[in-house]
């Protein structure tokens, strides 16, 4: 039985040119290399200059996506940008991009669920555009996290960096069975009870600031390896496929030791595991996205591959989206 499918049919990212080794870090605060790379995988990550808005690197992501796909800004009608950093409290981050991008029709908004944000994203799209409500869009993750650090805070300040990446999607018919490109299946999940385990401590309808990241980093540890391998075991579930099906896991690049742990869990071989950790460090939303163009651009992800994404965020939010590329 035919069935519309969003299909990705271009990919994009962008990177500040600023770049944060471990040893810069080192100067900062009491750490080393060796203890950063030790306990998370990462050796740098890359940091928005003054006056480079969340909404500018999205839109560079956006770009990139646009130009892979052959297809020109016009051409999209749904924009969905995750953002746990946005421009402004108000208006939306994607509303910013529609405008830079001189798109005056369709819908944009943004998206909160953290570091599953892209996740979530992607799934909200598929259901806009499987619908028939909507043709094409622009899913974005895109972060300026290091301007929620608190720089003196050893235990996160070494984590987290900026970017963005940029999918496009489009509707198109097919077979409706798992042999279709384009999103298979997806699931979201939130547990709001962890809140404590991983928050900012500010917000306008609180404490009138924006505050500072903070997290309990063993506890977020404990709970992520099964928390995200149960949402895969649901795609699985929902597919048929198993772990020896999958051409490549895409997880969110929080920390190597959690997307190691939680490969094993599942079966999934290290040779097909997509790590950009080291060179990126935690940027939240824009994560996947941006692993997913690192894979794409140095050959690994091909046309008709199996591709698997997960992530966990704050909230707790966490989800699993299955597709053929």
């Known amino acids: 039985m035919s069935r519309l499918r969003s299909v990705v049919c271009g990919d994009g990212a962008y990177l500040p040119e600023r770049i944060l080794t471990n040893n810069d870090i080192a100067g900062l605060v009491e750490t080393s290399d060796e203890w950063i790379v030790q306990r998370t995988g990462i050796r740098a990550r890359h940091i928005a200059a003054d ?11 956006a770009q990139a996506a646009l130009a892979d796909a052959g297809l020109a800004a016009d051409d ?8 746990s950093t946005p421009d402004f409290t108000f208006p939306a981050t994607a509303t910013q991009v529609q405008a830079e991008l001189g798109i005056t029709h369709g819908v944009a908004f943004d998206l909160q669920a953290v570091c599953s944000g892209f996740v979530f994203a992607l799934a909200t799209a598929d259901k806009f555009l499987t619908s028939g409500s909507h043709r094409r869009a622009l899913v974005i993750g895109a972060e300026t996290f290091s301007r929620l650090l608190d720089w003196s805070d050893r235990t996160t300040c070494v984590l987290f960096g900026d970017g963005a990446g940029a999918v496009v999607l489009e509707a198109r018919e097919a077979s409706g069975t798992t042999h279709d490109r384009g999103i298979l299946t997806t699931h979201l999940r939130s547990d709001g009870r962890h809140r404590q385990k991983l928050f900012v401590d500010g917000g306008p309808g609180s404490t009138r600031t924006v505050g500072h990241l903070r997290m309990e980093g063993r506890e977020v540890f404990r709970h992520a390896v099964g928390m995200i391998t149960d949402v895969i075991e649901d795609a699985f579930r929902a597919t048929g496929f198993t772990a020896q099906d999958i051409d490549w896991f895409v997880p969110h690049q929080a920390n190597k030791r959690i997307i190691d742990a939680s490969a094993q869990k599942l079966g999934i071989a290290p040779e ?19 692993a997913l163009a690192v894979a794409r651009a140095d050959g690994r ?4 591959d199996l591709v698997l994404l997960e992530a966990m965020g704050g909230g707790f939010t966490w989800g699993s989206a299955l597709v053929r590329w």
């Open 76 to 83: 999209i009608d749904l924009i969905i940008c995750a953002t």
């Open 51 to 61: 006056g480079e808005t969340t909404s500018m690197l999205a839109v560079r992501a």
């Open 301 to 304: 992800i091909k046309r008709g």
């Open 272 to 290: 097909k595991v997509v790590i950009t950790v080291d060179r990126h460090g935690n940027t939240s939303a824009a994560s996947i996205p941006l």
